[in-house]
């Protein structure tokens, strides 16, 4: 296992969460809080004066912005015994890559709505994230979706830092000269929600995924050096481009796109995952769009329904939008509980549309 870093200031490191090339997350108790906090170290940040600059940027946006609340909350950034800066940054103990794949649609619209606001609030203090995936965002304990790690974030077009998983296609084409900015941004986003509602990133195998972090352990440990792990990630990196870079790869993925959501949600992460950037959305059309759908969805608010029938009438009104497929056995089947338990159902109404949406799957088979 690598050394740990010496934070110093009171702060004490309890365990490793993550990392890359250029940086680490740590939990750490604070001695200014109760609650742990991640603490992001930069392995070989060579520019402190622009760290500070984007931090004290965040700290503003932090306090001023209407969606600063869906931001991890930011408590600023210090230089470790060892001479390395860290920032430091609310703990969220529940990142998204746990909820995937997410098959409740009234919940991926509140994150997608949520994560989105967060977005909004970079891009309009004129901050890029560069490194937006499921694992960079998570659940507070009221359930609100944030953005997290926010140790990427720049106030410039910025170099390509960030993950593979959710890297904009532009950033492959143009590799030699390529930038991360709020467009790049709006398609990683876009990558991590697909990835939320599947399990699997647009064009990223499980496989790579389990290698990469394989690479990350060996160099932490020292088992490898920097070296070998960038050049086994190259190797991986170029695979992926392979495929994003393929004639085919937007009609295959509008269709793996098309199987897991339908309706205005299959629209909104469309526009999202546009491979013409000059077509794709911008995040503050994307988050109107997401806040409106799940004003629509009506059981996206706070009080979810309770009784096993009125979250079957839920499920069943989704599926009349057409934001939620129902196979004909899942029809069946509550055709068969309806006739056995024979819930309170005036004029019929449920089962009248039980019958017509069994209709309807009948006929697409």
Same mark, same amino acid.
């Given at each position: 296992?690598?050394?740990?870093p010496?934070?110093?200031?009171?702060?004490?490191?309890?365990?490793?969460?993550?990392?890359?090339? *250029?940086?680490s997350?740590?939990?750490?108790?604070s001695?200014?809080?109760?609650?742990?906090?991640?603490?992001l170290?930069?392995?070989?940040?060579?520019?402190?004066?622009?760290?500070?600059k984007?931090?004290?940027?965040?700290?503003?946006? #932090?306090?001023?912005?209407?969606?600063?609340?869906?931001?991890?909350?930011?408590y600023?950034?210090?230089?470790?015994?060892?001479?390395?800066?860290?920032?430091?940054?609310?703990?969220?103990?529940?990142?998204?890559?746990?909820?995937?794949?997410?098959?409740?649609?009234?919940q991926?619209?509140?994150?997608?709505?949520?994560?989105?606001?967060?977005?909004?609030c970079l891009?309009?203090s004129?901050?890029?994230?560069?490194?937006?995936?499921?694992?960079?965002?998570?659940?507070?304990?009221?359930?609100?979706?944030?953005?997290?790690?926010?140790?990427?974030?720049?106030?410039?077009?910025?170099?390509?830092?960030?993950?593979?998983?959710s890297?904009?296609?532009?950033?492959?084409?143009?590799s030699?000269?390529?930038?991360?900015?709020y467009?790049?941004?709006? *398609?990683a986003?876009?990558?991590?929600l697909?990835?939320?509602?599947?399990?699997?990133?647009?064009f990223?195998?499980?496989?790579?995924?389990?290698?990469?972090?394989?690479i990350?352990?060996?160099?932490r440990?020292?088992?490898?050096?920097?070296?070998?792990?960038?050049q086994?990630?190259?190797s991986l990196?170029?695979s992926v481009a392979?495929?994003?870079?393929?004639?085919?790869?937007?009609?295959?993925?509008?269709?793996?796109?098309?199987?897991?959501?339908?309706g205005?949600?299959?629209?909104?992460?469309?526009s #999202?995952?546009?491979?013409?950037?000059?077509k794709?959305?911008?995040?503050?059309e994307?988050?109107a769009? *997401?806040?409106?759908?799940a004003?629509?969805l009506?059981?996206?608010?706070?009080n979810r329904?309770?009784?096993?029938w009125?979250?079957?009438?839920?499920?069943?009104k989704?599926?009349?939008r057409?934001?939620?497929?129902?196979?004909?056995?899942q029809i069946?089947?509550?055709?068969?509980?309806?006739?056995?338990?024979?819930?309170?159902d005036?004029?019929?109404?449920?089962?009248n549309?039980?019958?017509?949406?069994?209709?309807?799957?009948?006929?697409?088979?």
């Open positions: 296992m690598g050394e740990l010496n934070p110093g200031l009171g702060y004490k490191i309890r365990e490793y969460l993550g990392g890359g090339n *250029w940086k997350a740590y939990r750490a108790t001695p200014y809080s109760l609650a742990d906090v991640a603490l170290f930069f392995h070989d940040d060579e520019q402190p004066d622009v760290v500070v984007d931090v004290t940027s965040l700290l503003r946006t #932090m306090s001023r912005h209407r969606y600063a609340s869906y931001l991890a909350r930011f600023g950034f210090q230089q470790g015994q060892d001479g390395r800066f860290f920032i430091i940054e609310e703990l969220l103990d529940r990142p998204l890559e746990g909820l995937a794949p997410l098959n409740d649609i009234v991926f619209v509140r994150i997608a709505r949520d994560l989105s606001r967060a977005l909004v891009h309009e004129k901050l890029v994230h560069r490194d937006l995936k499921l694992d960079n965002c998570g659940l507070d304990h009221q359930l609100r979706a944030k953005i997290f790690d926010l140790g990427s974030v720049t106030s410039d077009g910025g170099d390509v830092r960030g993950t593979v998983f890297r904009a296609p532009e950033l492959f084409s143009n030699n000269v390529a930038q991360c900015d467009q790049t941004d709006v *398609w986003l876009g990558a991590a697909f990835a939320l509602r599947t399990g699997d990133y647009p990223v195998f499980h496989s790579e995924i389990h290698e990469r972090k394989i990350n352990d060996e160099v440990a020292r088992a490898i050096d920097q070296a070998t792990g960038k086994r990630k190259e990196n170029k392979d495929r994003i870079l393929s004639e085919s790869a937007a009609s295959e993925l509008r269709a793996r796109i098309h199987r897991s959501l339908r205005r949600s299959e629209e909104i992460l469309n #999202m995952l546009e491979f013409d950037r000059g794709r959305s911008s995040i503050q994307a988050e769009a *997401w806040s409106k759908l004003e629509g009506g059981s996206a608010g706070e329904p309770t009784d096993k009125d979250q079957i009438r839920s499920h069943i989704l599926a009349e057409k934001e939620l497929v129902l196979t004909r056995r069946d089947r509550i055709i068969s509980e309806y006739n056995s338990e024979t819930p309170n005036h004029g019929d109404e449920l089962r549309t039980l019958l017509h949406l069994k209709e309807m799957a009948d006929g697409i088979a």
